[in-house]
């Protein structure tokens, strides 16, 4: 009897260390491939950076994590397959996607299957609004970059009226209808609202148009070969208001500055992170981005993803690896990371509480530098003389 109780007992040893030294799968779903794979770039290096950063400390509750990123493809329906091949994978929780398309009928597919979702960069309203008890969004919805960039207009003064022009899909619309609220709300006229379908390239007509109305203020929301092109074209055009400005998105990537050049100058660009905020360990933050991207420079979307993770990990430092049980972790989360505090209330869907006031940052010398509000500004708006 003894042989086999020395065996049995061996066997519970391996099984223990076995189940010690497994990992902690987390879902990633994020454009890998096609027209978002910039942005899905700069999410997979804030998901290492994240990952890296809580395997060097010991992972969580003495088990590494491990990422399980799938690509979409910057397409819905791959996104949706992916997701469901997570679900089947059995992780706690998902963060995703890239883009608001894609990601607010995959938060309607993972409340459906109840596993928690971590959304770490799209914007659009509706995603929180109404929601639903399994998304959480880690960044914030498209109002914030409205509503800061006008309360920016209105204490730099002297402005009265403006025009708008977004893409036309989720992202842009949410803009648009922001815009076309919180604007007159401001004391602003709207001379015109427009949209752009996908794959328009001359921009040339709708900006004479803008030019004969002669606004003092032109906000754009676009991705990232729109937003170079409408630069470029404002200079061709002679569009010349007293502000141009760049709701996130394409214009708040490095690659903007880069395929912009000088005509990206003095355009006041909403983010809600950027290499010179004041957060702890934000610059630390910065550096390491900058690494896992090869020397390239990280923009807002890396440190949103970053903390996606972080939030993720707290979960399910604190409530197993129970999908249910991490979804009622992160209704009390109360994280301080590198890229700002975390704390999601339900008022509208689960939002990040800090999410309420975004960055304002002007393109100066071919980067962007804070401006405002001014607890966070690092530099001065630059306006061109009248």
Do not use: C
């Amino acid at each position: 009897m003894r042989p086999i109780q020395t065996l049995t007992a061996l066997a519970l040893l391996s099984f223990s260390l076995a189940s010690a030294q497994s990992t902690i799968k987390i879902g990633a779903v994020t454009s890998l491939s096609g027209r978002f794979a910039t942005f899905g770039a700069m999410q997979q290096a804030g998901f290492k950076v994240a990952i890296d950063e809580l395997n060097a400390k010991g992972g969580v509750n003495g088990q590494k994590l491990e990422l399980l990123l799938e690509d979409d493809a910057s397409d819905t329906n791959k996104a949706l397959n992916a997701a469901e091949k997570l679900v089947n994978a059995k992780v706690p929780v998902v963060i995703g996607a890239y883009s608001s398309g894609v990601t607010k009928p995959l938060s309607q597919y993972m409340a459906r299957v109840k596993v928690p979702l971590l959304v770490a960069t799209a914007i659009d309203e509706t995603i929180t609004k109404p929601g639903n008890p399994y998304t959480f969004r880690v960044n914030n919805q498209s109002s914030v970059y409205t509503r800061s960039l006008i309360n920016e207009l209105k204490k730099i003064g002297g402005m009265k009226t403006a025009v708008v022009l977004t893409s036309n899909d989720a992202f842009g619309k949410s803009v648009l209808t922001d815009a076309g609220k919180l604007l007159p709300a401001a004391g602003f006229t709207v001379l015109s609202k427009d949209t752009y379908d996908k794959g328009l390239t001359d921009f040339r007509p709708l900006l004479n148009r803008y030019k004969g109305q002669n606004p003092d203020v032109v906000i754009f929301a676009s991705y990232e070969e729109d937003a170079v092109a409408l630069a470029k074209q404002v200079k061709e055009t002679g569009l010349a208001p007293r502000v141009i400005a760049g709701i996130a998105t394409g214009f708040a990537l490095p690659d903007f500055l880069k395929g912009a050049g000088s005509t990206a100058e003095n355009f006041l660009v909403t983010m809600v992170w950027n290499a010179d905020v004041k957060y702890p360990g934000a610059g630390s933050l910065y550096t390491r981005l900058k690494t896992a991207l090869g020397g390239e420079e990280p923009s807002q979307h890396a440190a949103q993803s970053y903390a996606a993770v972080l939030a993720a990990a707290d979960a399910i430092k604190r409530g197993g690896t129970d999908p249910e049980k991490v979804r009622a972790a992160l209704e009390s989360t109360k994280l301080n990371t590198a890229f700002g505090p975390v704390t999601f209330r339900d008022y509208a869907g689960y939002q990040n509480q800090n999410s309420v006031v975004g960055l304002i940052t002007q393109v100066q010398g071919g980067k962007f530098v804070t401006i405002g509000p001014a607890s966070a500004a690092t530099g001065k708006v630059i306006l061109p003389k009248k």
